[in-house]
DNA sequence: ATGGGCATGTAACGAGTTACATGATTTT
DNA sequence: AAAATCATGTAACTCGTTACATGCCCAT
């Protein structure tokens, strides 16, 4: 089994990595935990979760078993194989560090900001603005729920980077809606 | 023509925003340009970039005339329509803000430090800080070539805003080595 | 003469989304 | 009674990448 793997996509290690936890999931719950990483990697569409798992277990990284439940719909639940956690360790300790993809859309908006006026690009980053304080407050609960938990250690690190990130977005939209009033008012 | 506008991907807002600064330009210095987009949109794949570019024909965003050139390939030259001109500034001002698309892998393989040592993961993030390093040096060469030209002001005010980013990235991944290293030393 | 930059494009594939379908349970 | 949550999955599609193919110019 497995002599060549393929090479997976990253979220292939996402779902890995949740398994690698310890716990039994089902692909609803590992669903449910991925979104929680939305703050620094963008999560799957429910659909892909699932291929994904079949394929994992197709290559041997993980196992499931059906479990019959009393008047609820049947679940299968996932763990890790060894072959599974050698992989995921391999790829966090060896795979290359590749840059970050950020997909800004409020950046590359104000980018083409020639196309309007500054008022215009005002209430956008007062838009975003809002947006990144709602996402404070959803990290914030996500934060909340780790502290004190000695396995989510390095979950509650990097929730920390996330924090500083959107901490630092929030200050430089602000930093911007400043500049444009300025450029707003002389002409 | 086009009264039903079918939802265009964000690629296509980058073409057409990069041709709205008024000159004609190819396929290839389209390409050229989206990739200092990079610091904060993913810019596409070549190829991606002329498939966008006949569809947005198609749909009469933009237009194009063949170049002959003396001893050279030849060129096919685009720009912006009126309808092109109007989409655009409609997607900037009225789109609603979506959320920035994260895919930190360094943050991801964090999380699952668990699977590794704090001294691995050091290493990691010193690659990672070496990766910024870079990207900050490429970033000051755009921002270079932006100093003092009027019709780059919002351009400029983007690659602050990334700079800074970048910053705060180092930063924050040295903070984690200290952190790190805290922990590395007691067990 | 070898490699890199200019210039365009196609084919095949994989990643990922949207929408749909089902059905039970729990909460409002 | 309606809506949200638990739970799984398929089908159709689009986005985007990789690899390939071509060919000329320019610098070393």
Not at 40 to 55: D, G, I, K, T
Not at 165 to 171: G, N
């Amino acid at each position: 089994m497995n002599e060549k793997l393929p090479v997976l996509p990253t979220t292939s290690y996402v779902i890995l990595g949740l398994l690698s936890f310890g716990a039994e999931l089902s692909g609803y719950e590992i669903r449910k935990w991925a979104q929680n990483l939305r703050f620094f990697y963008w999560s799957p569409a429910q659909s892909q979760v699932y291929s994904e798992l079949q394929r994992l277990e197709e290559l041997g990284l993980v196992r499931s078993r059906a479990v019959q439940q009393v008047e609820k719909p049947d679940k299968r639940l996932y763990q890790l194989t060894e072959h599974g956690g050698a992989e995921l360790a391999r790829w966090v300790c060896d795979a290359k560090v590749e840059p970050t993809i950020v997909k800004h859309s409020v950046a590359l908006r104000l980018y083409f900001g020639h196309v309007t006026k500054p008022p215009v690009l005002i209430e956008l980053l007062e838009k975003f603005i809002a947006e990144t304080q709602t996402m404070l407050g959803q990290l914030a609960i996500v934060q909340e729920a780790m502290e004190n938990e000695p396995q989510f250690a390095y979950s509650a690190l990097v929730a920390e980077w996330s924090h500083h990130y959107y901490m630092a977005e929030l200050a430089m939209a602000q930093r911007l809606i400043e500049r444009l009033r300025q450029i707003e008012v002389p002409p």
